[in-house]
């Protein structure tokens, strides 16, 4: 399976993008990971293949939406209220499609994409 994100840009702090993640098949749980300059990646936000449960981490929730679309093989993220600190890399990443449950740990994903920059000035 590859993944393909997009919906990275360059936007003032205080505004909003929406990151896309297509698969080429059918996936497992899903979940967004970014990496800032000079900074380890980190869990951003998960989903599980039936989109019924979400997690975020606890620096975006309230301010980022995850979404998905079974029969599309994507998933969305929402991001608003975007501060400088949000800039960074980000990386869509998914499940074997028998493990329907997402997970915070990126060891738990089995296939990854090549990311998508965003960019948020202050």
């Known amino acids: 399976v590859q993944l393909q994100a997009s919906g990275g840009g360059l936007v003032q702090a205080g505004g909003s993008l929406r990151l896309s993640c297509v698969a080429s098949g059918r996936t497992g749980g899903m979940g967004w990971f970014r990496r800032a300059p000079g900074k380890v990646r980190e869990f951003v936000a998960a989903i599980t293949r039936s989109g019924g449960i979400t997690t975020y981490a606890s620096s975006v929730k309230g301010r980022f939406t995850i979404s998905g679309d079974n029969a599309e093989n994507k998933v969305y993220l929402l991001l608003n209220s975007l501060k400088p600190e949000d800039t960074a890399v980000y990386y869509c990443?998914?499940?074997?499609?028998?493990?329907?449950?997402?997970?915070?740990?990126?060891?738990?994903?089995?296939?990854w994409g090549q990311g998508t920059l965003v960019t948020v000035s202050s």
């Open positions: 990443a998914a499940r074997d499609y028998n493990v329907r449950r997402y997970s915070t740990t990126s060891y738990d994903y089995d296939f």
